[in-house]
């Protein structure tokens, strides 16, 4: 998807509470020909320019009782924006029933002219904002004077849900952003959609599984070294750069050397696919683009503030303990410093 010269064509805004006395709806949309387009599409557009794991909408009887599916059909087919803005609205309201579900304001844009390949679509913004930032701003008065105000708004940094629904030639393929760290509620109970398979969604699956099952099981329950955590995030790496295709199960012996910790790692992608509500395929395509990991995870932290990063696997590094100073030793070998 080319977002270069999309642009708002409208945008509504209501403001969600699970106390429904202050819930807002609003009957009226924003005055575009007021608001700056260039900031709109830095707001709203620029932080799906990172997304690249595609979502299609899917219900389990039938699509035709998918809510936010047949509410931004029919803004796509020219239904009334504001009354559909207001569905779809209504909508999150009855499906956030859990109490840890935040306050915050819903936006609803509609955007013209995304780029798919050589055609030019339209699209659907969902979008929930759920804090808000304090920041100055200064004014000049009549008589040259300077003033400083304290005032609070938002920043697309603070964008705590988001879907962009595109209408493509074939079907709609959404985009989602989701900063909460079970996403089921947003994607699922809401948005009612699922990842749409392909090379990308396929790849990146594959690395989230492997950070999760080293951060939630491995790391937090302490079943291996630090470095052998490093050493399975690098080695799937590693070896996914390497490969045009991948077989899972073939990693996974691999990768996991211990006959236990493979099983339990067997035991936490049922878990993890049952959850997610994926099915992933046994081989597929690698896509480069999704093979990318958070530093941290390549890090081993000790305890004299000294911080390890292994960007690599080898046997270049050793771990051990010192019985006369009673205490833990890494010895790293290199052949030169650079």
């Known amino acids: 998807m080319d977002f270069k010269e999309a642009y708002i064509d409208k945008m509504i805004c209501h403001r969600f509470s699970l106390d429904k006395h202050k819930c807002l709806i ?4 924003m ?3 007021k608001l700056d387009q260039a900031f709109l599409k830095d707001f709203f557009i620029k932080p799906f320019n990172r ?4 979502y299609s909408f899917v219900h389990s009887v039938d699509l035709k009782y998918n809510i936010v599916y047949n509410t931004v059909v029919d803004i796509f087919n020219g239904g009334n924006f504001i009354d559909d803005s207001i569905s779809i609205f209504k909508y999150l309201d009855s499906v956030s029933t859990m109490p840890t579900i935040k306050d915050g304001d819903i936006f609803i844009v509609k955007i013209e002219d995304v780029l798919d390949e050589d055609t030019y679509c339209e699209a659907i913004g969902i979008y929930k904002i759920e804090s808000k930032n304090e920041f100055i701003e200064t004014t000049v008065d009549s008589h040259g004077n300077m003033g400083v105000s304290v005032k609070t708004g938002y920043t697309s940094q603070k964008i705590n849900k988001a879907c962009l629904i595109v209408f493509t030639k074939d079907m709609p393929v959404g985009f989602i952003i989701d900063k909460s760290k079970d996403s089921k509620f947003w994607r699922q109970d809401f948005l009612g959609m699922e990842n749409k398979m392909t090379p990308y969604s396929q790849s990146k699956g594959l690395v989230r599984l492997m950070e999760g099952f080293v951060n939630d099981k491995l790391s937090k329950e302490s079943l291996v070294s630090k470095s052998e955590q490093v050493r399975i995030i690098n080695s799937s790496i590693e070896l996914l750069c390497k490969s045009d295709k991948i077989n899972v199960e073939e990693l996974q012996s691999e990768v996991f050397q211990d006959t236990n910790i493979l099983n339990m790692f067997e035991e936490y992608r049922k878990a ?3 959850h997610e509500k994926i099915n992933m395929e046994k081989s597929f395509e690698i896509d480069k683009k999704a093979l990318t990991v958070p530093k941290k995870l390549r890090k ?4 004299d503030n000294v911080e390890l990063c ?4 080898g046997n270049f590094i050793e771990r051990g303990f010192d019985e006369n100073s009673g205490r ?3 010895k790293i070998y290199f052949s030169k410093e650079k």
């Open 272 to 274: 993890y696919e049952e």
């Open 51 to 54: 997304e690249k794991v595609q």
């Open 31 to 33: 005055d575009m020909a």
């Open 310 to 313: 292994l960007m690599k696997t």
């Open 26 to 29: 609003n009957h009226i949309d």
């Open 328 to 330: 833990n030793y890494y």
């Open 300 to 303: 081993i932290k000790l305890d």
